[in-house]
T-cell receptor
């Protein structure tokens, strides 16, 4: 199972873009990059996922480097409600076995 | 759609006892996975059920067992509870071949 590395914590000013990096240098060709977040010990919430191309949805954008060894989750206009632990996960296409790391604790500051 | 529902929300057990946690998947989902999340840690994969069989298992002892019923709901059983089993237990459901897994709010188990 590919492993991910994320910074332990980050701060972001409210209204600014939050850029959360993730390293997944051992990712395989059939493995997707997923991002989930967990707010105050609730269940993790799906944000976005991608394989090779950059992706965007109503919550965030995902930028994956051309060699697929790293990615960045972008929250375009962070709000206080975005304060959470963000997990970057690599998942093989045939399984829902997510390998979580310790994630990045994002604090959005007023 | 109620999403993934877990019961109970909180539970206190004594060391050595047995516990059963329950999960109802999101409507239409046929795959259920269980995770253990210790305080300050990311969730750890326990096992996954599909078509009433355990399909994948993480690095957990045999004290952890499960079951999936014909309606896709699932139970997690833990025998001979240890203090270290205190954690938030999360259930996630998905549709085989689908995009993402949906997590429930979890069951907070405290072993005293």
């Amino acid at each position: 199972d590919a492993k991910t590395t994320q910074p332990t914590s980050m701060d972001c000013a409210e209204g600014r873009a939050a850029n959360l990096p993730c390293n997944h240098s051992t990712i395989s060709g059939n493995e997707y990059v997923y991002w989930y977040r967990q707010i105050h010990s609730q269940g993790p919430q799906y944000i976005i996922h991608g394989l090779k191309n950059n992706e965007t949805n109503e919550m965030a954008s995902l930028i994956i480097t051309e060699d697929r060894k790293s990615s960045t989750l972008i929250l375009p206009h962070a709000t206080l409600r975005d304060t959470a632990v963000y997990y970057c996960i690599v998942r093989a296409s045939a399984t829902y076995k997510y390998i979580f790391g310790t994630g990045t604790r994002l604090k959005v500051l007023a | 759609d109620a999403g993934v529902t877990q019961s109970p929300t909180h539970l206190i057990k004594t060391r050595g006892q047995q516990v059963t946690l329950r999960c109802s998947p999101k409507s239409g989902h046929d795959t259920v996975s269980w995770y253990q999340q210790a305080l300050g840690q990311g969730p750890q994969f326990i096992f996954q059920y599909y078509e009433e069989e355990e399909r994948q298992r993480g690095n957990f002892p045999d004290r952890f067992s499960g079951h999936q019923f014909p309606n896709y709901s699932s139970e997690l059983n833990v025998n001979a509870l240890l203090l270290g089993d205190s954690a938030l237990y999360l259930c996630a459901s998905s549709l085989k071949g689908g995009v993402e897994a949906f997590f429930g709010q979890g069951t907070r188990l405290t072993v005293v």
